[in-house]
């Protein structure tokens, strides 16, 4: 949605540079939180493998 936002702003007219920064810093802020929650993933699959004994263990 964001990126969307950000394409509609790019295309506007007339151009509204307030605009396109606004939706530029909210493709930053959904970036940001979408790395966040993906590193949550990774974090929690890591804890999960090494609780995990080794196949043949």
Do not use: C, H, I, W
């Amino acid at each position: 949605m964001a990126r969307a936002n950000l394409a509609a702003a790019q295309q506007a007219s007339p151009f509204d540079e307030a605009a396109v920064k606004d939706a530029m810093a909210a493709v930053r802020t959904a970036t940001t939180n979408l790395q966040a929650t993906m590193q949550d993933y990774l974090l929690t699959a890591l804890k999960n493998v090494k609780a995990k004994p080794a196949a043949g263990s």
